[in-house]
């Protein structure tokens, strides 16, 4: 059951230089842009100077390496709620047409090692580790966040990852 008129919390306070590194995808809602067999997806962000973050999504299909870089920023930079506004540019090789989507971080642990995003459509959602594996108990805790935020769980999807993660190229 799902409670869609809800509306959705997210993280007040994040701190974003503690936010920044590899996160690795555990599950999340199948989308048209990642691929349906992908593997071993992660995202690495990188506080840039200007305060906009610098970011690297890459996964493997096929034993095959794909990646998108793109640009996020805070929706409104006087709010202390972690709503982002992520921009990639398409086709990635020839940046002509930004595509930007809504990036809201609607939990992360007090360590900062899983957090639980998510989009105001709830069309999107992933679970995301600074670990490649999680302990099931964990994960479960996680996904009853994206319950209480109003997500039909029965869309997540699990996302396979290495014992070893890939090196990107």
């Known amino acids: ?25 555990i599950a999340s809602f199948p989308s048209l842009f990642q691929p349906k067999n992908g593997v071993d997806t992660r995202a690495t962000y990188t506080l840039n100077p200007d305060g906009t973050v610098h970011v690297l999504n ?8 794909a990646f998108i870089q793109g640009s996020a920023y805070k929706t409104d930079p006087k709010s202390d709620e972690a709503k982002f506004k992520v921009k990639f540019y398409v086709p990635p090789f020839l940046p002509i047409i ?4 809504d990036y809201w971080v609607l939990y992360i642990d007090p360590d900062y090692q899983h957090a639980v995003i998510g989009h105001p459509s709830r069309f999107y959602l992933w679970i995301l580790s600074r670990t ?38």
């Open 1 to 25: 059951m799902t409670t869609e008129s809800k509306e959705m919390q997210v993280v007040k306070g994040l701190d974003l230089e503690r936010y920044m590194g590899r996160w690795y995808e």
């Open 58 to 65: 890459e996964v493997w299909n096929g034993g095959k390496r």
């Open 98 to 101: 930004p595509v930007t989507g």
């Open 132 to 169: 490649a594996h999680l302990e099931e108990d964990t994960y479960k805790q996680l996904v009853e966040k994206a319950v209480e935020e109003g997500y039909d769980v029965s869309k997540l999807h699990k996302t396979p990852q290495s014992d070893t993660p890939p090196e990107s190229n």
